[in-house]
């Protein structure tokens, strides 16, 4: 089990930044594959980006590339997204998530998730 709290919402005008913050609990953080999700009202949820579990692998959605950043800092149990050059779109509920194994971009790989933290980015 592994239990997830995000943290770094609120809101921000376009162009501005946000840090976005996961800590993680329970079993070893580094046994996790962790990724970020978001979802707007009445849309599906969507994935923003995913981490390998020893940080070396990335991999992130066409619509933030260039401007999120995920990272992860195992010995604090913690996943971050940086989002630079933040968009009214990028406006959602953001989600983390754990799987075990290998990153993936499919939401439904993922066992564990966070309570989510809202973003807003003013026009």
């Known amino acids: 089990q592994v239990q997830l709290v995000e943290s770094g919402g609120g809101l921000v005008q376009a162009g501005g930044s946000l840090r976005l913050s996961c800590a993680a609990s329970?079993?070893?953080?580094?046994?996790?594959?962790m990724g970020w999700f978001r979802q707007a009202p009445g849309k599906e949820r969507e994935f923003v980006a995913t981490i390998s579990r020893s940080g070396g692998s990335t991999a992130y959605a066409v619509s933030v590339k260039g401007r999120f950043t995920i990272s992860r800092d195992n010995a604090k149990n913690t996943v971050y997204l940086q989002m630079n050059s933040l968009k009214p779109e990028d406006t959602a509920v953001y989600y983390c998530?754990?799987?075990?194994?290998?990153?993936?971009?499919?939401?439904?790989?993922?066992?564990?998730w966070g309570q989510g933290t809202q973003v807003t980015v003013s026009s």
């Open positions: 998530a754990a799987k075990t194994v290998s990153p993936s971009s499919q939401y439904n790989e993922y066992g564990y």
């Open positions: 329970g079993r070893t953080f580094s046994s996790y594959a």
